[in-house]
C-alpha cells in the first residue's frame, strides 16, 4: 500500500499543475496498462531516456495512482505534461514531452 501514501503526500502537485498545449514533435507510445505503482512511471522514465528534448512520449495506463505519479513525475524532472485524457474503458492518456 505505499502507492496510497505518495498519492496523498503528492496530491498538491497535481492541482498546481498546468497542461500545456502540443506541439509538432515525434511522438512515442508507452502501453503501461495492467501495470500498478510504481511501474508505470518507471518504464515511462526508461523510455524516455533516449528521446530527443521535445520528443513526446503518449503514455497508456489504468493505474489509478497514475493521476498523481505522472504529474509528480513530470514537475520534478522537468518534463512537460501536455495532456491527459480519460478513456471510457477506464485507461487514461498521459502525453508527456521530453525537457
Not at 502501453?31 to 511501474?39: F, I, S
Not at 495506463?61 to 491527459?84: I, Q
Request: with cysteine; charged share 20%; hydrophobic share 45%.
Amino acid at each position: 500500500m505505499p502507492c496510497v501514501t505518495v498519492v496523498i503526500a503528492h496530491l498538491s502537485v497535481w492541482t498546481s499543475l498546468r497542461l500545456q498545449p502540443m506541439s509538432h514533435s515525434m511522438v512515442h507510445e508507452l502501453d503501461a496498462r495492467g501495470l500498478l505503482c510504481p511501474l508505470p512511471v518507471l518504464k515511462a522514465r526508461k523510455r524516455l531516456i533516449p528521446l530527443s528534448s521535445g520528443e513526446v512520449l503518449r503514455v497508456m495506463a489504468d493505474d489509478p495512482a497514475a493521476w498523481v505519479d505522472f504529474p509528480f513525475f513530470c514537475k520534478e524532472n522537468g518534463h512537460v505534461l501536455k495532456d491527459v485524457q480519460e478513456l471510457e474503458d477506464g485507461t487514461t492518456l498521459y502525453l508527456i514531452e521530453k525537457a
